[in-house]
């Protein structure tokens, strides 16, 4: 039996690209900015500030929670979310390793 797609590629490259594409969507970005810039737990704050469905926003927390970008607690009928210190760090360390992987080239096309 032949390999899979993902079995070719090393545990980081698929791990990046994992963390890349929960992060791929413009309300998956503006929840983690909102995140950040509360520096502190979110707690249904989030539909107020982005001006999405509730339904909108929970399936996107769901993505990153999924992803493992966001961790979540519960306090009585309110799901708290904030970063996942852990996966931020490994996120930074891939990315940036790859972003400074590239070194301008005076000839290219």
């Known amino acids: 039996m032949g390999l899979t797609k993902t079995e070719i590629f090393t545990e980081e490259q ?3 690209s994992m963390l890349l594409k929960a992060l791929a969507h413009p309300a998956r ?3 983690l900015q909102q995140i950040i810039a509360a ?7 989030l539909v107020d500030e982005l001006g999405l469905a509730q339904a909108t926003i929970s399936q996107h927390l769901k993505e990153l929670k999924n992803a493992e970008i966001i961790q979540g607690t519960i306090e009585g009928v309110k799901v708290c979310y904030c970063i996942n210190p852990k996966t931020w760090k490994l996120l930074e360390k891939q990315f940036g390793r790859f972003l400074g992987s590239y070194q301008s080239v005076d000839s290219c096309c």
Do not use: E, T, V
Not at 39 to 45: L, M, Q, W
């Open 29 to 31: 970005i503006a929840i």
């Open 39 to 45: 520096k502190a737990c979110i707690c249904g704050d």
């Open 14 to 16: 698929n791990q990046l």
